[in-house]
């Protein structure tokens, strides 16, 4: 399929300037034409990104940081006014210190965050909506390729990232293997499982059966009097909840809300109907419509199916052969130990079939998946030890 397309009718000043401003400020670059790994075509991609630090002058101090599922470029405040969601983590003097090293953090292809999404307009000012492209993770690697090469960046010091993040940089690591020197993959694995596929399944159906949906292309659609319609809220909620569940443990659930009532006066019936709220419920309501206000439906299911296409080995041989060919490449794998979404014998599976068999680190936290951004300062020794040395 062919888009016309114009970045600049967009609602955004575009940027198309290839650099670094402030720290930890948006910018834009136009990558030029992309053709999908499944056969999709878009005539311009435009990345959003972050960076702080300086670049050196061989380039050889450049880090690249892969944001989650529903992450975004702002890794840590820099010069802005707000903190960012590794702040502890990434910064001057941090584990990744930004005083020494240069750090970028680009939005994913498919994205909300400034990257080319669903979301964005065509030519015509009318959102891509359902004629944007089935995207890997492979793609969304491809089109950063072109932006490290306009930033001069020949070969990354390091390429990391958490959760789907993880995903990406190992990716990284097979697609460019002379171009990634360290490789941290967090809490992910070689490949999504058929559980990983079956939970992503659920919330993208969740999405696409809200009426509101209209099949992709609810951006500026009104009801029967004329008014905004609010979108596919209801099912973007359900798939943030239900995901949520699968980002957090369920003896941290247990401990925190157990059988609690919201409110101590709400009335529990005898077989839970004509009820008040349980405390689980209110949070998982909570949890949806943070995710609601801040994320662009059809960019979850675009990115939703992108990691559930995760596979480190597809056309490669398998993953197997795919990672034994990387030993031009260090790497430190991690897990969280109350994952219940990457397990942590995924990780130790990743580590076996790496040419190094590096040890798995692990994260101890009660939360399960999420303790790779709650907890990630547990990192902070062996990674200085092993690749911020
Ligand atoms: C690598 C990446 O880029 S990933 C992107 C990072 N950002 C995100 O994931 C954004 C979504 N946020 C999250 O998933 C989580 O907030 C995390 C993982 C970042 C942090 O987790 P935690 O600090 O453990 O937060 P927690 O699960 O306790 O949730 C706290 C929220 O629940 C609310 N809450 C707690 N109990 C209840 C309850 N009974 N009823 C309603 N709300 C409740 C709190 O008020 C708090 O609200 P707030 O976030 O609006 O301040
Ligand atoms: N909290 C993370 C979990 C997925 O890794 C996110 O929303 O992206």
Redo the contacts with the bound molecule.
């Keep these: 399929m062919s888009i016309d397309f114009d970045v600049t009718s967009g609602q955004t000043e575009w940027r198309h300037a290839v650099g670094h401003g402030p720290d930890g400020v948006l910018r834009q670059f136009r990558t030029g034409p992309y053709s999908f790994e499944t056969g999709g075509y878009l005539p311009e991609i435009v990345i959003g990104y972050e960076t702080w630090g300086e670049l050196n002058r061989d380039g050889s101090n450049a880090v690249l940081l892969e ?5 975004d470029t702002h890794v840590a405040r820099g010069d802005s006014d707000t903190p960012g969601w590794w702040d502890g983590f990434v910064g001057p003097g941090k584990t990744i210190d930004t005083d020494r090293f240069f750090v970028v953090a680009p939005n994913i292809l498919g994205g909300c965050y400034g990257t080319t999404g669903p979301s964005t307009p065509d030519q015509a000012g009318r959102p891509l909506g359902s004629r944007f492209p089935f995207t890997t993770i492979r793609d969304g690697v491809r089109v950063e390729a072109r932006l490290a090469d306009a930033l001069g960046i020949r070969r990354w010091h390091t390429v990391i990232g ?3 993040g993880g995903a990406r940089a190992l990716e990284w690591a097979a697609e460019f293997p002379d171009r990634v020197g360290n490789c941290v993959v967090i ?1 992910a694995c070689a490949e999504s499982t058929a559980e990983q596929i079956a939970f992503a399944q659920i919330q993208t159906q969740s999405i696409r059966l809200d009426p509101q949906f209209r099949g992709g292309d609810y951006y500026g659609a009104t009801g029967p009097d004329g008014t905004p319609a609010p979108g596919p809220v209801e099912g973007l909620g359900i798939a943030r909840r239900l ?1 949520h569940i699968t ?1 957090r443990s369920e003896p941290e659930m247990d401990l925190r809300f157990g059988r609690q009532a919201q409110h101590a006066e709400d009335p529990f019936g005898s077989a839970g109907y004509d009820r008040g709220r349980y405390q689980v419920e209110s949070y998982l309501d909570h949890q949806a419509s943070k995710l609601v206000g801040r994320f662009d439906a059809n960019s979850y299911i675009v990115l939703t199916e992108a990691l559930m296409s995760h596979d480190v080995g597809r056309g490669r041989g398998g993953a197997q052969a795919a990672l034994s060919r990387l030993s031009g490449v260090r790497f430190f794998v991690a897990a969280v130990d109350s994952d219940r979404l990457y397990w942590p014998e995924q990780s130790e599976r990743l580590a076996r079939l790496l040419p190094s068999t590096p040890p798995v680190h692990y994260i101890t936290s009660p939360i399960g ?2 303790g ?2 709650t907890d990630i300062e547990q990192l902070d020794g062996a990674l200085r030890a092993e690749i911020f040395t």
């Design positions: 944001h989650a599922l529903t992450g958490g959760s789907m809490a995901a980002y998946h999420d790779f951004l």
